[in-house]
T-cell receptor, first 113, second 110 residues
């Protein structure tokens, strides 16, 4: 959707290396989220942010950290990538208002070899 | 923690047949959202239901929220090949984020 971009779109990395995924929005939305999607598990929340420098853990946060120094950018870092972190990562944004739902980015396909 | 269970996991239909996916919870839900994800794409928000017994329609799609607010359904009348994809329900948690069901993957045979 217009207004939210993820980079890179695809990445292959080696086990043990750090990886940073970027989510950029131009909607000035307060809330930003990182989800991972795996077959059989649906979408699972990794971390989320409710404002600049305000972040919290989701249900699968181990091995991941996030930072949000500006409203428009939300970074997801895999501190030391493992094969279990091979997944498709989606960023989403929300105004937090009733009925408007989340807007998702196009996703990053990460392969850890 | 709060969970939403979706059934069925997969559904294969002939074009023109109807399709229904269900979302169930053991606890009362404050709201239900529905998303569609096309193959290779990202989830796209369809609708939110918040009231007990609420029914909303979008062309051939009918969304319902149960009277007890513990279940919801998405019904598609006369499926088309453009309906192919995975349909997710999601519900809001107290922290303000969403928890998603595992989705129902719909395939449509022309």
């Amino acid at each position: 959707d217009a207004g939210i971009t993820q980079s890179p779109r695809h990445k292959v990395t080696e086990t043990g290396t750090p990886v940073t995924l970027r989510c950029h929005q131009t909607e000035n939305h307060r809330y930003m989220y990182w989800y991972r999607q795996d077959p059989g598990h649906g979408l699972r929340l990794i971390h989320y942010s409710y404002g600049v420098k305000d972040t919290d853990k989701g249900e699968v946060s181990d091995g991941y950290s996030v930072s949000r120094s500006k409203t428009e950018d939300f970074l997801l870092t895999l501190e030391s990538a493992t094969s279990s972190q091979t997944s498709v990562y989606f960023c989403a944004i929300s105004e937090g208002l009733e009925g408007l739902g989340y807007t998702f980015g196009s996703g990053t396909r990460l392969t850890v070899v | 923690g709060q969970q939403v269970m979706q059934i069925p996991q997969y559904q294969h239909v002939q074009e023109g047949e109807d399709f229904t996916t269900y979302c169930n919870s053991s606890t009362t839900l404050s709201n239900i959202q529905w998303y569609k994800q096309r193959p290779g794409g990202h989830p796209v928000f369809l609708i939110q239901l918040v009231k007990s017994g609420e029914v909303k329609k979008q062309k051939r799609l009918t969304f319902q929220f149960g009277e007890a607010k513990k279940n919801s359904s998405l019904h598609i009348t006369a499926t088309q090949t453009t309906d192919v994809g995975t349909y997710f329900c999601a519900t809001g948690r107290s922290q303000g984020n969403l928890i998603f069901g595992k989705g129902t993957k719909l395939s449509v045979k022309p």
